[in-house]
């Protein structure tokens, strides 16, 4: 029986990953235009960016990589890793210092990584459960409300980010199948630079290495050689940026300096929620001249230890503090939601209702990866158990879950898939037994 044409046409445009990039950057760039035609005031503040404008502005005007804060020369910064600010300066030298024909070619720029973003994901999706999964996951980020938003949102690394943290995994699912040490090179070369654009990365960066280490192993490869070359190259991409900070400041800073600084504005006698943003001192004078005064390195030593001091005396506070950060990073509100909903017009509604939905079916996604005792249960798991919990400590925001959020958007099109087919065959995805079905490599593993 033939197959219907039609329905053969829709096939293909619902898996072209060629389709998926267009509409997604289409989306983007269109709510761009929107937002810069029919809004009654600038969308946008200047000075944009903030701390990264601020440093971006500096080296245009040739003082190095330095003043993160704004209307004040504070020196040299290690506030930030230099990949996004020296990314903007290059927008600012060609376009001009915070004008507005630079602010619209870097949220150009930025809606075109988090359109690229649809490759990485359409793969991983489709190395896990297939062609469809792939596109499914790939459709969703590009129609994702926050992944349409975030571009618009903010000049940082944030778009950037989410790019290169879905290579690093497409390239961790790739590199376990490779013997090649040219390939585990240029895997710690991606980790590198993907460390100098956001170091908050890092936190998941033992645990790709141990589960690499740990399938080569099962394999007989060369389990300790190759994550040992890739670890390797990571520590060699990272030693310029760490030595240009030692230098700087005669203390070793690996990569950013700011965390004490981050801890305090979330641990404070003044924090209601989650964070005392208002405290901030690049709007907060008071603070502001505490940073001129004590230097940048004395200035994040003593907020620190301010946070460090109240968190030991604060128990309380901090327990509830932790279950607003981990709502607000899951949910994207720390408040009740029936009480917040219905004050939301319908984008917030969407949007809100989009992140909840989002991050329940991943946690669902990562549940079946290990009924099915898939080997990449583990990870998969690393991304939405490990990532979030520095900022569970910290301060959350919508900006730093963004990253992870097309890894979360492939195991949300893995429960989906698993619903279809679940739905297809009239059985629970419990009582299914193609659910229990491993990957081609393990089959053929114990094949052997």
């Given at each position: ?12 445009a ?7 990039i ?34 971006a ?25 230099p990949?996004?600010?020296?990314l903007l ?117 033992p ?17 300790l050689?190759l ?90 506070d ?53 009924r ?14 490990v ?44 009582k ?9 490599q ?7």
């Amino acid at each position: 029986m033939r197959e219907n044409p039609i329905k053969a046409i829709l096939n293909v445009a619902a898996t072209s990953l060629s389709l998926i990039i267009v509409v997604a950057f289409a989306v983007r760039v269109g709510c761009l235009w929107m937002a810069n035609h029919h809004a009654p005031t600038p969308f946008f503040d200047i000075p944009y960016g903030y701390e990264t404008g601020h440093i971006a502005r500096s080296i245009v005007l040739g003082k190095g990589f330095s003043s993160p804060l704004s209307g004040v020369d504070t020196g040299p910064t290690a506030w930030l890793t230099p990949v996004f600010p020296y990314l903007l300066a290059g927008v600012f030298k060609l376009f001009g210092i915070y004008t507005y024909t630079s602010f619209l070619v870097i949220v150009t720029i930025d809606c075109l990584f988090s359109t690229l973003a649809c490759v990485p994901v359409f793969f991983i999706g489709k190395r896990l459960g297939g062609l469809a999964t792939g596109a499914i996951a790939a459709w969703i980020w590009a129609l994702c409300p926050v992944a349409i938003i975030m571009p618009l949102s903010w000049v940082w690394d944030t778009c950037l980010s989410t790019l290169v943290v879905g290579l690093i995994v497409w390239a961790t699912l790739a590199v376990r199948e490779s013997k090649r040490t040219r390939d585990w090179a240029a895997y710690g070369l991606l980790w590198a630079f993907g460390l100098m654009l956001n170091p908050a990365i890092l936190s998941v960066l033992p645990f790709l290495l141990l589960w690499l280490g740990s399938q080569l192993r099962k394999e007989n490869g060369h389990w300790l050689k190759l994550p040992a070359v890739a670890a390797l190259l990571i520590t060699m991409g990272c030693i310029p940026w760490t030595a240009r900070n030692y230098l700087t400041f005669h203390k070793l800073i690996p990569m950013r300096s700011n965390f004490g600084l981050e801890l305090w504005l979330g641990n404070n006698s003044q924090v209601t929620d989650t964070l005392a943003r208002w405290l901030h001192p690049d709007g907060y004078p008071p603070e502001r001249e505490k940073f001129v005064q004590m230097g940048e390195i004395a200035y994040m030593q003593a907020k620190q230890h301010e946070a460090v001091q109240f968190i030991a005396s604060h128990p309380r506070d901090e327990m509830r503090f932790l279950w607003h950060r981990f709502m607000d990073n899951w949910t994207g509100t720390s408040e009740p939601i029936p009480d917040i909903w219905r004050f939301l017009g319908w984008q917030g509604q969407l949007t809100l209702g989009t992140n909840i939905l989002l991050s329940l079916l991943s946690m669902v996604g990562v549940l079946l990866l290990f009924r099915r005792e898939r080997r990449e249960a583990w990870l998969f798991a690393v991304f939405p158990v490990v990532y979030p919990v520095i900022y569970y400590v910290t301060h959350t925001s919508a900006r730093y879950r963004h990253p992870i959020d097309p890894i979360l958007c492939v195991l949300a099109s893995f429960s989906i898939g698993a619903a279809f087919t679940a739905v297809a065959h009239g059985l629970s995805p419990a009582k299914q037994p193609a659910f229990r079905a491993k990957s081609a490599q393990d089959l053929a593993a114990r094949a052997g």
